[in-house]
């Protein structure tokens, strides 16, 4: 274990494959920092210790739960929005009635080949826009990083008409869904589609009587993840919780 403390759910059919730290590498948000995570690789977590997970800071791809362990960086902060307070923005709002005319659907991940070649549409965007690495991801990657089983997996799927333009996969747990990866057709980028989604989740979390929507980590100076700062009122979690403290969120609204 390295040393490392161990912030585990509380559930006894749990299963603890391994805990580990990377070694320090490059951080792949901030070129000029170094970046470490913690690892869990965990198997039979309910969605009732998943919650305490997320509440801790941790996220889930597949059966790696993670969370930064960085030394000298804090820029990757665990943010959440609560469904009871959030009002959408004016341009949120625009947002929406500029996607009323696609179609959501709520259920199950799966993993198809087309949504792997969506997946890779989407990369590509990215690869020549962005600078990305060459997306190298096959239909049993996929499955194991985005439709891993496991009770809390879920996916939001977008539709215009039977085309399929967007895929957010996401978690569901006891008190809320949590936001984790979502890509989408390049030719629809003038729709805002990684906005709506977060818009779409936080309706959803609403209907279901969800606390939160959990977003992943905000990294202010982050091109890709600068986004996360424009969904107000959000909560910030506080430093790295130890499994024997108490997290606290604090509150952030909307700058004046």
């Known amino acids: 274990m390295n040393g490392v403390s161990a912030t585990l759910p509380k559930d006894k059919m749990a299963r603890v494959l391994r805990i580990f730290r990377d070694p320090?590498?490059?951080?792949?948000?901030?070129?000029?920092?170094?970046?470490?995570?913690?690892?869990?690789?965990?198997?039979?977590?309910?969605?009732?210790?998943?919650?305490r997970l997320l509440y801790f800071g941790w996220r889930r791809f597949g059966p790696d739960y993670f969370r930064p362990a960085c030394a000298a960086?804090?820029?990757?902060?665990?943010?959440?929005?609560?469904?009871?307070?959030?009002?959408?923005?004016?341009?949120?709002?625009?947002?929406?009635?500029?996607?009323?005319?696609?179609?959501?659907?709520?259920?199950?991940?799966?993993?198809?080949?087309?949504?792997?070649?969506?997946?890779?549409l989407w990369h590509e965007n990215r690869e020549e826009a962005r600078g990305w690495g060459e997306g190298t991801m096959d239909l049993d990657t996929y499955r194991m990083q985005f439709a891993f089983p496991h009770p809390s997996g879920r996916e939001l799927a977008f539709h215009l008409e039977d085309r399929l333009i967007g895929v957010s996969i996401c978690d569901e747990t006891p008190t809320a869904l949590s936001a984790v990866y979502f890509f989408?057709?390049?030719?629809?980028?003038a729709f805002s589609l990684g906005t709506l989604n977060i818009l779409t989740?936080?309706?959803?979390?609403?209907?279901l009587r969800k606390e939160h929507v959990y977003l992943g980590f905000r990294v202010?100076?982050?091109?890709?993840?600068?986004?996360?700062?424009?969904?107000?009122?959000?909560?910030?979690?506080?430093?790295?919780?130890?499994?024997?403290?108490?997290?606290v969120w604090r509150t952030v609204e909307r700058p004046r």
Do not use: M, N, W
Request: net charge negative; aromatic share 10%; charged share 30%.
């Open 201 to 207: 989740l936080v309706a959803l979390a609403r209907d």
């Open 73 to 120: 960086c804090s820029e990757c902060v665990p943010t959440r929005i609560p469904t009871a307070t959030f009002e959408p923005s004016r341009s949120q709002q625009r947002v929406i009635k500029k996607g009323a005319g696609f179609r959501a659907s709520f259920g199950p991940s799966r993993a198809d080949e087309e949504r792997l070649a969506l997946y890779h």
């Open 184 to 189: 989408f057709d390049p030719e629809f980028q």
């Open 24 to 51: 320090e590498g490059p951080c792949p948000y901030l070129p000029d920092e170094r970046a470490q995570l913690d690892h869990r690789i965990l198997l039979d977590v309910s969605p009732t210790a998943f919650d």
């Open 220 to 247: 202010r100076d982050c091109p890709s993840l600068r986004y996360k700062e424009s969904f107000y009122p959000q909560e910030v979690l506080e430093h790295r919780p130890s499994d024997v403290e108490t997290p």
